[in-house]
């Protein structure tokens, strides 16, 4: 999306479940993590932007925040339980983990 008048600049796939976005700007790439399939994408801005890959991850990683100084990704995640009708997974206690993601 153009951020000064809002046009639809491209539509590019990215996992299921996507919840947020961080931008390394020293490598002009965003990282979409998408927690119900467990991948981030990574997507390479530009005048043209374009899907240069997917990395796996773990189901629940769906939240992401980036080092800008050290281009490290950040995303907490755990085990989760089955879900209870209608209810959203609840985490397995004890085995919350933080991935790290390197340039």
Do not use: C, W
């Amino acid at each position: 999306m153009s951020a000064p008048d809002g046009r639809q600049i491209a539509a590019l796939p990215t996992g299921k479940g996507a919840d947020g976005a961080a931008y390394d700007e020293r490598r002009g790439i965003a990282l979409v993590p998408a927690g119900r399939d467990g991948t981030v994408t990574l997507i390479r801005l530009g005048r043209i932007p374009r899907v240069i890959g997917h990395v796996a991850t773990a189901a629940s990683a769906r939240t992401i925040a980036l080092d800008p100084s050290t281009g490290r990704a950040y995303l907490p995640s755990a085990t989760l339980a089955p879900a209870v009708g209608n209810e959203r997974p609840k985490p397995v206690p004890g085995s919350f983990r933080m991935i790290v993601l390197a340039p």
